[in-house]
């Protein structure tokens, strides 16, 4: 079964462009979970421009309460600063259940590519190694057109892979997903041959998910931050978390 993990950096930004606390994360976090969310995800950027440390702070504490997975999103080898005590600090201090290693800069607007599983194999053997040992599931974003070089994540130590869904939401938009699926189907079939599990995210929404999901198989978390938050200005957070559980549900 698919599991829902809403990513929650689009109301930390909402939040951040005004000051103070309104929108509030944690409330916002559980309304998803009351709505039937199975997890949280967050990307503490270091420039603090989503979800910051006390965000990060507070749902790890909500999430265990509840009993869901938290899923901490960042790149492993970003400067620490003012603010930010870098990825595996953090991970350190509120032990996430799931890791989730994304190659980003902060000149990047969002997450935009996978790693390279060749040419970052060195550096990220490291990383996964020591959260690994704090308890922490691990995936590494990834491309689709990675091909045999997704072996390489399980290689390192990896649990899983997390595929950057993009170019499959580009490509439903354009009319032409028959070869964008394709393309996302072998590469779950790769991974899964390798021994790692598959997730997805990244412009997933409830236009493209369900088609998604029929095409690639045994997904076992989506995680869906920009599109169901743009939603739920329209249609209420706790409806559109309600419609993307019953998408993943099939």
């Given at each position: 079964m698919t599991r829902l993990s809403v990513n929650l950096n689009k109301v930390a930004l909402l939040r951040n462009s005004r000051g103070g606390?309104?929108?509030?994360?944690?409330?916002?976090?559980?309304?998803?979970?009351?709505?039937?969310?199975?997890?949280?995800t967050v990307h503490p950027r270091p420039d603090a421009r989503h979800a910051r440390t006390h965000?990060?702070?507070?749902?790890?504490?909500?999430?265990?309460?509840?009993?869901?997975?938290?899923?901490?999103?960042?790149?492993?080898f970003a400067a620490p600063r003012a603010g930010y005590p870098g990825f595996l600090a953090l991970c350190e201090r509120v032990q996430p259940d799931q890791a989730?290693?994304?190659?980003?800069?902060?000149?990047?607007?969002?997450?935009?590519?996978?790693?390279?599983?060749?040419?970052?194999?060195?550096?990220?053997?490291?990383?996964?190694?020591?959260?690994k040992q704090m308890g922490c599931r691990v995936s590494l974003f990834a491309d689709a057109d990675s091909g045999p070089a997704l072996a390489r994540a399980a290689e390192l130590g990896a649990d899983r892979i997390e595929l950057y869904t993009g170019?499959?939401?580009?490509?439903?938009?354009?009319?032409?997903?028959?070869?964008s699926l394709a393309l996302f189907a072998e590469a779950a079939r790769r991974a899964q041959e390798a021994g790692l599990g598959v997730n997805a995210g990244h412009d997933l929404d409830q236009a493209n998910l369900g088609a998604f999901l029929a095409g690639v198989p045994n997904v076992l978390e989506v995680s869906i931050g920009h599109a169901l938050i743009g939603e739920a200005l329209y249609d209420g957070l706790a409806p559109t978390v309600a419609r993307y559980v019953q998408i993943v549900r099939g």
């Open positions: 606390n309104d929108p509030d994360v944690l409330r916002a976090a559980i309304s998803c979970l009351d709505a039937g969310a199975d997890g949280i965000d990060v702070l507070a749902l790890a504490k909500l999430c265990r309460a509840r009993g869901v997975e938290f899923n901490l999103e960042g790149n492993p989730t290693l994304v190659p980003d800069g902060d000149d990047q607007l969002t997450s935009d590519h996978g790693f390279d599983f060749i040419a970052d194999a060195a550096r990220l053997r490291e990383p996964v190694a020591a959260l170019p499959w939401a580009e490509a439903h938009a354009g009319g032409d997903a028959e070869a």
